[in-house]
């Protein structure tokens, strides 16, 4: 079974070394690269004011935020979450930045790059020299964004699931009404001593009297020179 988290995050700025903080995470679950439903979703205090630049992205302003818990209070709830799950985000090395500077801030757990997807770097390595931002892979896709007027943690988390899935080749229904991920062009290298190989009966098929010697009759008319013709004279 693969799990993974499909997030995004909203911050006051830019950099959290200079004291930005989170205002907003959002996250999707994919099993096995379908989506189950299960969702995470939390406000954060950022205990700081929103500057304009950011809060022109989001619309979240200190006064909206200031009543919610802080990410300290809320950091194990996305912790027990997150479990041992792949992480994907769109620019993750932003995103990532956010979460491993506050949670060791709190002395807990970072996540290493062995352990996240940046759908940003597949969508450029799949289309280089495009547009690749969330509403522009969003319109290549035909995934339905309207709703988007501003950037929304879960929102923009949903729609990435659905983008992500397209990157990796797309989902079609399956008879039994679920949905399941097409194949994706990659190289694997399988080692075929683990795969397991059921035994079949050879089956025989026994010729008649009468069609070996139609067998013997056409191969000595056709054939006079094989060399187990001349075993068998």
């Not at 909203?10 to 200079?18: I, W």
Request: glycine share 6%.
């Amino acid at each position: 079974m693969v799990r993974e988290i499909v997030f995004d995050t909203e911050t006051t700025g830019m950099d959290p070394e200079t004291g930005d903080k989170l205002v907003e995470i959002g996250a999707v679950e994919l099993i096995n690269h379908i989506p189950t439903g299960v969702t995470f979703h939390r406000y954060i205090n950022p205990q700081r004011e929103v500057p304009d630049d950011a809060f022109k992205v989001h619309g979240l302003s200190y006064d909206k935020l200031k009543d919610y818990p802080t990410f300290a209070e809320q950091v194990d709830e996305w912790i027990e979450f997150v479990g041992d799950a792949v992480l994907v985000a769109h620019n993750a090395p932003f995103d990532m930045k956010f979460i491993n500077f506050e949670q060791k801030e709190l002395g807990r757990i970072t996540y290493g790059n062995e352990r996240v997807i940046d759908t940003l770097e597949i969508a450029r390595k799949l289309f280089p020299g495009q547009r690749n931002n969330l509403d522009a892979l969003c319109k290549r896709f035909n995934v339905d964004n309207s709703a988007r007027t501003l950037h929304g943690a879960l929102l923009d988390a949903d729609l990435l699931a659905k983008v992500y899935l397209e990157l990796l080749g797309g989902q079609e229904p399956t008879m039994l009404g679920g949905e399941q991920k097409k194949q994706v062009q990659t190289t694997q290298f399988i080692d075929e001593s683990q795969i397991e190989r059921k035994y079949r009966k050879p089956r025989v098929f026994a010729l008649s009297e009468e069609e070996e010697k139609e067998h013997l009759t056409f191969m000595e008319k056709n054939l006079k020179e094989a060399v187990w013709l001349k075993e068998q004279v």
